[in-house]
């Protein structure tokens, strides 16, 4: 029972984040696979990138009908505004990938594994806090002070 409207923000904020790291993190483990299995074909990044942009619209809409309790489809701001965190993302897990052959080329799929989906937790930590403090934040969320998920 919420004893107080303080309370509130707080455990809203934990739900959605329960919620964000079951759809996304579903669909993120995944793509984990498809992106290696997908990566024997064309180069790794090329893979990535591919789905990544299949991953980010299914999560988009995911998140707005669920995660953020929208109950509707994302629009089409709230995709651009995800891409552009999807892109921070891609750089990241990309750029793990690459240090990871870089230092260990004889890596193998669990290795890479282990490093995309470490990459990706916590570039899906940063994802979660802009689309919920900006992308599917109604306009007076955002001009309220950011609610802190730990304490």
Known sequence: MIRNRKEAPVKSSLASFLRFGILGGG?????SFAVVLLATTVP???SNALITVA???????LHARYTFGKGRRAGLREHWQ????ATAAYLATSLAITVLHLAHPAAGM?????VYLGASGLAGVGRFLVLRLYVFA???DRTAAPVMLAA
């Not at 669909?27 to 793509?31: A, C, M, W």
């Not at 669990?110 to 282990?114: L, N």
């Open 55 to 61: 991953s980010t619209l299914l999560c988009t809409e």
């Open 138 to 140: 109604d306009r007076r």
């Open 82 to 85: 995800s891409a552009g965190s």
């Open 110 to 114: 669990p290795t890479e594994q282990v």
């Open 27 to 31: 669909v993120g483990i995944l793509s």
């Open 44 to 46: 790794w990044v090329v």
